[in-house]
């Protein structure tokens, strides 16, 4: 990030912890991780358990067992038997429910955790973070008063007044279109340029998993299944599961036919069909299934068999179905097996693309990934 301090190891935040859920189905957390200051995502499907790790971190869960510190400070620990309760954990968490007092003005609920300072020292903190989220101006209205985005930068500026030192986000901007949501998050990223803590940042939303994070971590079933820089995650996934969370919108169970390790490729037969697809080269058992995933997205469409191409695979098929959703046109065209592809509205139109008319898909070998 642009003005980073160099990080150390005293800055962030540290986690390993166990704890079982009991209910009406059993679920366990077991996790390990380092959150360095800045951005880190987490990321994965509903019921991975990723609200549940920050409720352990922010102290509204107790785990059985292990550790959370932010660098030398213990927060947790279950062999020595520290539990700080949340409020002396200086730890900051925000939901999508915003919980701003509705009768006090937007000053009163950003110096709200303030109340220990003098009333100097209270408009000095609140006074800066309120120009920071650029809500100075609305001081003296009350949440009806303002937008759904002023609301939520109130409700930043509340966590962020009392200088935690960690930051938890789950989900909270769920609710705001895209241009609000990209505003309040580039004052929340110049902001912590100036602060840097760690914010471990909950989203489904694959966009800011690249807007905003350094690292990302995918969970499931209470396990880290993935970790890296986001492009490490989701743009090169290893598993199906992290490959369905990024956005592959095909995924195919083949089997090894040939390897090819002079040109660092291999060949895989998509099951039920005798087609081919040419991957790159990894090591796999030849002798079980495996499944290659490809983004609708990186598949070009051609409306007459394309000669002298770079890439591999050139496949023969006819368009099944087109549908409109906003700007882009999703087309189903059957190969044997359904492949999905993405397309503007005027490639739609270009090509004169509709149901029943023959085309030609072309991926290259490196859109290709092998998943485990």
């Known amino acids: 990030m642009s003005g980073a301090t160099t990080l150390s190891t005293a800055e962030q935040l540290t986690v390993r912890l166990k704890k079982c859920f009991r209910g009406e189905s059993q679920f366990a957390l077991d996790v390990e991780l380092a959150v360095a200051p800045g951005f880190t995502i987490l990321f994965g499907a509903s019921g991975a358990g990723k609200t549940s790790l920050l409720d352990c971190i922010a102290g509204l869960q107790t785990p059985d067992d292990g550790a959370i510190a932010i660098g030398e400070a213990i927060l947790f620990n279950s062999v020595s038997r520290v539990n700080l309760p949340p409020r002396r954990r200086a730890v900051a968490y925000l939901l999508q429910s915003l919980a701003l007092f509705p009768h006090m003005t937007v000053e009163q609920n950003v110096q709200y955790g303030l109340a220990a300072l003098s009333t100097r020292d209270r408009d000095a903190r609140s006074g800066e973070v309120l120009e920071s989220f650029r809500i100075a101006a609305l001081v003296e ?42 505003r309040i998050l580039d004052d929340l990223r110049a902001w912590n340029r100036r602060h840097r803590i760690p914010i471990l940042y909950v989203t489904h939303d694959r ?26 995650v989701l743009h090169r996934p290893r598993s199906e599961t992290v490959a369905q969370l990024a956005g592959f919108e095909n995924i195919f169970e083949c089997s090894v036919t040939g390897s090819h390790p002079e040109y660092g490729t291999m060949t895989c037969r998509i099951a039920g069909s005798t087609l081919n697809l040419e991957v790159p080269l990894v090591r796999v058992n030849a002798a079980l299934p495996l499944r290659v995933g490809i983004r609708a997205g990186d598949i070009l469409l051609a409306s007459s068999k394309p000669q002298g191409l770079s890439a591999r695979n050139v496949l023969d098929g006819t368009i099944a179905s087109l549908e409109q959703r906003d700007m882009k046109v999703i087309a189903i065209v059957s190969c044997g097996p359904d492949f999905e592809v993405h397309l503007t509205l005027g490639a739609r139109e270009s090509l004169q693309l509709k149901p029943g008319v023959r085309v030609w898909l072309v991926v290259k070998t490196y859109s290709c990934h092998v998943l485990q």
């Open 207 to 232: 966009q800011e998993v690249f807007a905003l994070g350094e690292s990302a971590i995918v969970l499931e079933e209470g396990h880290i299944l993935a970790r890296g820089s986001p492009h490490e």
């Open 141 to 182: 209205r009350r949440p009806r008063e303002i937008s759904a985005g002023e609301r939520q930068r109130v409700a930043l500026a509340r966590a962020l007044v009392t200088r935690p030192r960690v930051l938890l986000l789950d989900e909270p901007l769920t609710a705001l279109d895209a241009v609000t949501k990209a």
